[in-house]
């Protein structure tokens, strides 16, 4: 596969197709697989396809230094590419300008991560090329996740999980540099003037810090995952937007980049809609 | 006179400590990140010579948040109440040496121009017994910087794992030795504890003097843009470096008064630098990057006569892209070692 990846990420440099390629390089033995930037043709060989490659490179689609370099291609996993379908429909990006180089992926980590464990897109649907071929078939639902047992907490004792869990972070925002979908040029907790969230990594900024995030995700986020494994504090942040994806599917029907039909949540208005304050 | 300790008798010892009211911190199993933390209790201490975790100790002498003073607003007349620097003793036990090693590089910048007496307060009532070092992983480099797995600097008391849940303490201050009455030997004393590393200490994987000569002539130059396109712009290297010190001042509070605080803050932040105006003069990651290399390696030496590093590579370790100084600097270097091939540069 790392081979076949590096023959198209080559040709669609060569061919002027795209200028620079977003993609997995070597790693340093148990590390996880770095992003690297190629855009030079003859480069290509740094690519690198392995059980490593945790990253969602949609995340650099957005950014200006990646965008400055021209036309992109990017390497995703079946995960990684329900961002692509939630950026496109939010504007976001030119998909008619992006080549998308998907790779079939048997999961990822050792022991396998637990999003992959029940994933239902080991195959990239929309990718302009697919590399690979599945050893396994596609879980044919959602399996269960750490939010089913945290759910079955009274909220007493979720409340003190969250306390203990916030009370470790420091604010190095890795949750929110490394989510595809947190995109904005200034982020909310970024405005000074004045201030909006409190910048002190204290249990009250930490507490507006999260719920923020967590709800300017909800009915966005993919599940790809990154804010949990980004956390150097360990802080299981994914539960939070698990939990707001659990309500968007229960009361709307909607899975975010599942279907690049389908309307978004916050895009959308339907008579149907249980509440009565839209109508 | 020296005695192997029985982790128990540590525990017992940390327990003490605790009753006495101090604040003990020491390497706490999170989930699957071992963190330093306040113990709650002597149990929860891990002594692990082999494993690194995932912050540092700089938290106990520059936390990440810190009021400075208090305010409260009545009709017009605004009342200001100190806020005294921290009174309550401290001990980091089983902290690793290259997070000790950090504290005589952050005391130049503390007691330079102005004396940060948050930090200097803490810094006197706090003792340091680092535990020796006896492996390392792909992004350990404190050989590189001159240190190494057993190196004393900045800790008062060092332990050595003898294996079998046996520790030898040896006291460097007399503070240290406090912490361990009849019990410590002194620094130096021989023979030494066998250093059981599992394997050899890091090779040395670059030459500071060298980065420094080439930063110092290569401000705009093409690798930094290749070497750091890929990162993402977050805090993680900086606030889980050691020697990482840079902090924000805000005014929090609402209209009957508030706190000013001292925040922990991070170059590689874009409002870090952004001015008033809108203008921001690193206006894209790799210039945040370069800008945190060049103060560790050539700003902070040039002032202070010492690199704002210490080699323990969380920030490669703990970069969700796998960045890291380390990484950066072997590019460095080696590019500096070819352009020193074709012409040397003068230092």
Not at chain 2, 292 to 315: A, D, E, M, S
């Amino acid at each position: 596969m790392t081979q076949r990846l590096r023959e198209t990420a080559r040709r669609l440099l060569q061919e002027g197709k795209v200028q620079v390629v977003i993609g997995y390089g070597p790693s340093k033995p148990g590390a996880a697989a770095p992003p690297v930037l190629i855009t030079r043709p003859e480069d290509a060989d740094k690519l690198e396809w392995n059980g490593r490659c945790f990253a969602n490179l949609a995340v650099y689609l957005t950014r200006k230094e990646v965008k400055a370099l021209g036309k992109a291609a990017v390497v995703v996993k079946g995960c990684d590419e329900k961002a692509l379908v939630v950026l496109e429909k939010e504007s976001q990006i030119d998909r008619a300008a992006l080549s998308v180089i998907g790779m079939v992926c048997e999961g990822v980590g050792t022991p396998r991560a637990a999003k992959c464990a029940s994933c239902q897109v080991r195959v990239p649907r929309f990718a302009d090329e697919v590399i690979g071929e599945a050893a396994q078939p596609a879980a044919a639902a959602p399996g269960p996740n750490g939010l089913d047992r945290l759910m079955a907490k009274s909220p007493a004792e979720r409340w003190a999980f969250w306390k203990t869990e916030f009370a470790r972070c420091v604010k190095c925002y890795a949750c929110r540099q490394v989510c595809p979908l947190c995109y904005c040029e200034r982020c909310i907790a970024d405005k000074n003037r004045p201030v909006v969230i409190d910048t002190s990594a204290t249990p009250k900024g930490n507490f507006a810090w999260h719920i923020t995030r967590a709800f300017h995700l909800a009915a966005r986020c993919i599940g790809c995952g990154e804010c949990t494994r980004a956390c150097p504090a360990g802080i299981p942040l994914g539960l939070l937007n698990q939990a707001l994806a659990q309500a968007t599917e229960e009361d709307f029907g909607y899975r975010p980049g599942m279907d690049p039909q389908a309307e978004p949540v916050f895009g959308s208005w339907s008579p149907a809609d249980k509440e009565d304050f839209i109508r | 006179m020296s005695a192997a300790i029985p982790v128990a008798a540590l525990r017992e010892l940390i327990a003490g400590w605790i009753g006495q009211g101090k604040l003990v911190a020491a390497p706490v199993q999170v989930g699957d990140r071992l963190l330093y933390q306040a113990l709650a209790s002597a149990q929860d201490a891990v002594f692990d010579a082999r494993r690194r975790p995932a912050n540092s100790i700089k938290e106990f002498f520059f936390p990440r948040h810190e009021p400075i003073f208090r305010y409260r607003i009545e009709g017009k007349e605004i009342a200001l109440a100190e806020v005294a620097p921290q009174e309550r003793e401290q001990i980091v036990i089983a902290s690793k040496p290259c997070d000790a090693a950090a504290l005589p590089i952050l005391d130049h910048v503390f007691n330079w121009d102005f004396e940060d007496s948050f930090y200097t307060a803490r810094r006197a009532r706090t003792t340091v017994v680092s535990l020796a070092c006896q492996a390392h992983d792909d992004a350990c480099f404190c050989t590189s910087l001159g240190s190494g797995p057993e190196d004393e600097s900045g800790s008062d008391a060092m332990l050595h794992d003898l294996g079998d849940g046996q520790f030898e303490v040896r006291a460097i201050t007399e503070k240290g030795g406090a912490l361990f009455p009849d019990r410590a030997g002194k620094s130096g004393d021989t023979p030494g504890p066998s250093c059981r590393m599992a394997g050899s200490p890091p090779n040395e994987q670059f030459d500071p003097a060298r980065v420094a000569r080439y930063l110092a002539a290569n401000f705009e130059s093409p690798p930094w843009k290749d070497l750091t396109l890929a990162c993402l712009g977050c805090g993680v290297c900086a606030y889980t470096c050691p020697t990482c010190h840079c902090f924000d001042i805000v005014d929090e509070g609402n209209a009957a008064g508030g706190a000013r605080v001292k925040n922990w803050d991070s170059c590689q932040f874009p409002l870090f630098t952004l001015h008033a105006s809108g203008h921001n003069p690193r206006a894209v990651q790799p210039q945040r990057q370069r800008q945190r290399l060049f103060h560790k390696f050539l700003i902070y030496p040039r002032k202070f006569g010492t690199v704002l590093c210490t080699g323990c590579g969380n920030c490669e370790r703990n970069c969700p892209v796998g960045l890291g100084v380390l990484k950066v600097l072997q590019a460095i270097d080696d590019e500096a070692k070819r352009l020193d091939e074709k012409e040397p540069l003068q230092a």
